[in-house]
């Protein structure tokens, strides 16, 4: 049997299923506290699956429900700054699709470029520059169209749905570089006048893939710090990971909002 069948057997046999399924960004861990009913299986046992190295990403495939709904949380992406191939994020993404998942909300955390962004705050994606040097579908030759890759019925769902309860989120386009630097002030105001609000190292390659397998997609920026120059104070891993925490809150309150809307 290939890895693929033997992935999609094990995770069929040691979690419950899910048309829904979340990609949980750096510091935003805390979510699967709030699951009940919960099975977990780490990445490590799970054929095909490469292990997360990076701090604050713990790598497990979590089934569970949040306010009753049913859901399946990857805690622990993985990155392709840690050396892993493209092909390994398409291929959890294909996994999660063998599985029945039909709707994705992607997480992260990211650098705002605007200035009028508060940090820690949240940020719905409308949009997304891939400035990541490749295109995670290489070699598998689909033209997708990446139209309305973050769903714009959702969007506007959400955006009500977050109002309506009180959370403050805006909008705005993501851009997405490869990693593992941090981006120059000169890159910084590059991205700004290429029309992207914030930058991160993730969720790109998630969100192609999602769309190859027809999946409807929802994408979530928690604004952990300033990009590079935007203020004077350096960039560090740290900070991203305690604003990620001090986010959570509201980030939690936002999840629990979508996914008991009738609209998602
Ligand atoms: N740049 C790139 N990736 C990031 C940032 C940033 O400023 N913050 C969190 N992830």
Redesign the pocket.
């Given at each position: 049997m290939k890895n693929f069948d033997k992935a999609v057997k094990i995770l069929k046999r040691k979690i419950d299923s899910s048309d829904t399924a979340l990609i949980l960004g750096?510091g935003l861990g805390k979510l699967v506290d709030e699951m009940k009913n919960k099975k977990e299986i780490s990445y490590s046992r799970i054929p095909g699956f490469a292990k997360s190295r990076v701090k604050g990403h713990s790598g497990k495939i979590v089934s569970g429900e949040i306010l009753s709904r049913k859901i399946i949380v990857l805690a622990g992406r993985i990155h392709f700054y840690e050396g892993h191939p493209m092909a390994k994020i398409v291929y959890m993404i294909d996994v999660l699709s063998a599985l029945g998942v039909k709707k994705l909300i992607v997480t992260?955390?990211?650098?705002a470029i605007r200035k009028e962004y508060k940090v820690p705050s949240l940020v719905l994606i409308k949009d997304h520059i891939n400035f990541m040097g490749v295109n995670p579908l290489r070699g598998k030759p689909d033209f997708i169209d990446l139209t309305d890759a973050y769903d714009a019925e959702y969007r506007k769902s959400i955006l009500k749905i977050a109002a309506k309860k009180g959370i403050k989120l805006n909008t705005g386009v993501y851009l997405a570089?490869s990693?593992p630097s941090?981006?120059t002030k000169a890159e910084i105001r590059m991205f700004r006048k290429f029309g992207a609000d914030i930058?991160?190292?993730s969720t790109v390659p998630e969100v192609i893939a999602a769309k190859k397998n027809g999946m409807r997609v929802v994408g979530i920026s928690c604004i952990?710090?300033y990009?590079?120059g935007v203020t004077p104070q350096p960039?560090s891993h740290k900070e991203?990971l305690v604003s990620g925490k001090k986010a959570s809150a509201a980030f939690i309150k936002l999840i629990k909002a979508i996914l008991s809307s009738k609209k998602f």
């Amino acid at each position: 049997m290939k890895n693929f069948d033997k992935a999609v057997k094990i995770l069929k046999r040691k979690i419950d299923s899910s048309d829904t399924a979340l990609i949980l960004g750096s510091g935003l861990g805390k979510l699967v506290d709030e699951m009940k009913n919960k099975k977990e299986i780490s990445y490590s046992r799970i054929p095909g699956f490469a292990k997360s190295r990076v701090k604050g990403h713990s790598g497990k495939i979590v089934s569970g429900e949040i306010l009753s709904r049913k859901i399946i949380v990857l805690a622990g992406r993985i990155h392709f700054y840690e050396g892993h191939p493209m092909a390994k994020i398409v291929y959890m993404i294909d996994v999660l699709s063998a599985l029945g998942v039909k709707k994705l909300i992607v997480t992260n955390a990211g650098g705002a470029i605007r200035k009028e962004y508060k940090v820690p705050s949240l940020v719905l994606i409308k949009d997304h520059i891939n400035f990541m040097g490749v295109n995670p579908l290489r070699g598998k030759p689909d033209f997708i169209d990446l139209t309305d890759a973050y769903d714009a019925e959702y969007r506007k769902s959400i955006l009500k749905i977050a109002a309506k309860k009180g959370i403050k989120l805006n909008t705005g386009v993501y851009l997405a570089l490869s990693g593992p630097s941090y981006e120059t002030k000169a890159e910084i105001r590059m991205f700004r006048k290429f029309g992207a609000d914030i930058v991160g190292m993730s969720t790109v390659p998630e969100v192609i893939a999602a769309k190859k397998n027809g999946m409807r997609v929802v994408g979530i920026s928690c604004i952990t710090n300033y990009a590079c120059g935007v203020t004077p104070q350096p960039l560090s891993h740290k900070e991203v990971l305690v604003s990620g925490k001090k986010a959570s809150a509201a980030f939690i309150k936002l999840i629990k909002a979508i996914l008991s809307s009738k609209k998602f």
